[in-house]
């Protein structure tokens, strides 16, 4: 599907939205401009303070940010509904840092550049009896978002311009299916490097099937087909299982696994295959859950050769420092212990990793992550956040501070 059938897709929906009504609807709108008249309106402050010191840089970086979001959705008419959503993300006060976008290349990258973005414009169907339809630039989040997600953490998100839908065949069982013809990624919309966005003939398949209250079972496939990033394009194969269960009292265990198989694909200069492997168990107390995890991406020290998730939300996986945005070319093996409760009305995380090549031995060092995080109110956020990485040999030790405030209404 090439970008032109693509928005002609859009268009149609967008028509078929401004018909006259079927017939009457008692839960919808019965006009376009009473449809937009009923819509919901949102606005959303993040403002962030990041500090990076790492080896290799004579000057620190604090970048000190204030995304603002807007968020507009129409009510329902003939099933049809629209949703617009546009971010605008300044430096607030410091920009001593290179955004990737700003030419201060003496300092560490924060990859949060000065932009006003379109982050989405979608057209909504739920007509089809069990199988929401949407078509345009959209948020995509899978599963846990380790092959696709939106980068949340990140203040400019990364969005698609797809067509997806969801179908409930029964009470627990969902398949989702997505056709992803543009990735509007974390660095744009202004041109630069990297490349503010990527086109795309991807497809995006996962079946999700509860097994009872507690279990979930996931099988996916993902075919990732870059125009411009060729040695990115790759598919992916893969079953996920998360579950939970009570061990008596005030103890309960929860756990997942998840193992996959990639190889290259579309234009990718590369020849390989690759294994993905994740096991993770949490023992859940009444104060606080204490979890042991072992992560595994494998390579074989060839570059080009690895397991590779270019569309993750990777902010969440293998220490928030971001070391390894990149799988080396010798795979890695992240062992990881953490522990997270309540404190002082707070949500605590800490966590501890130990990084390792998978293939040829050799250490990538460790990091250890700590966050304290208060909602207040029914509006209000805050979040404290610090991640220290000692690279050992592989790369620069760094260590990132966040303050984050949020406000939403």
């Known amino acids: 599907m090439n970008k032109h059938l693509f928005w002609t897709l859009f268009l149609a929906a967008g028509v078929a939205l401004c018909q006259p009504a079927w017939g009457a609807d008692d839960e919808g709108s019965d006009s376009v401009g009473q449809a937009f008249k009923d819509g919901t309106f949102k606005v959303n ?102 092959y696709v997600g939106g980068v949340g953490w990140r203040q400019n998100e990364q969005t698609y311009d797809a067509f997806a839908l969801s179908h409930s065949v029964n009470d627990d069982l969902t398949v989702f299916y997505g056709y992803v013809n543009s990735v509007k990624r974390i660095f744009g919309p202004d041109a630069g490097s990297p490349a503010p966005d990527l086109d795309t003939d991807s497809h995006l398949l996962d079946l999700s099937y509860q097994l009872g209250d507690n279990i979930n079972v996931t099988g996916y496939m993902y075919l990732l087909d870059f125009d411009d990033a060729v040695s990115l394009s790759n598919r992916t194969v893969g079953v996920r299982l998360a579950g939970s269960s009570k061990l008596g009292g005030d103890l309960g265990l929860k756990y997942q696994a998840e193992l996959a198989r990639q190889d290259d694909a579309g234009d990718n200069p590369n020849s390989y295959d690759a294994n993905y492997l994740v096991l993770e168990g949490a023992l859940a107390f009444s104060a606080f859950d204490f979890k042991l995890g072992y992560e595994v991406l494998e390579g074989d020290g060839i570059p080009g050769q690895r397991f590779q998730t270019p569309l993750a939300t990777l902010h969440k996986f293998q220490g928030w420092a971001d070391k390894f945005l990149s799988t080396p070319s010798g795979g890695i093996e992240d062992v990881y212990v953490g522990v997270s409760g309540k404190v002082l009305n707070a949500t605590y995380n800490l966590i501890y990793h130990d990084f390792s090549a998978e293939t040829g031995g050799g250490s990538y060092g460790d990091e250890i992550d700590a966050s304290l995080q208060w909602k207040i109110g029914d509006h209000y956020g805050l979040l404290l956040k610090l991640a220290h990485y000692s690279a050992d040999s592989f790369a620069s030790d760094t260590e990132k501070y966040w303050l984050m405030f949020t406000a939403g209404f």
């Open 45 to 146: 402050f993040r403002y962030r303070l990041e500090q990076v010191d790492q080896d290799g840089f004579s000057q620190d970086a604090t970048a000190s940010t204030l995304r603002t979001r807007l968020t507009y959705q129409t009510a329902d008419f003939n099933d049809f509904s629209f949703l617009v959503e546009v971010d605008d993300l300044r430096p607030v006060g410091s920009s001593s840092y290179n955004s990737t976008r700003n030419g201060k290349s003496t300092r560490p990258v924060v990859a949060d550049p000065k932009a006003t973005d379109l982050n989405q414009a979608a057209i909504r169907f739920t007509g089809f009896d069990s199988t929401p339809v949407t078509v345009g630039r959209q948020r995509i989040n899978r599963t846990n978002q380790r």
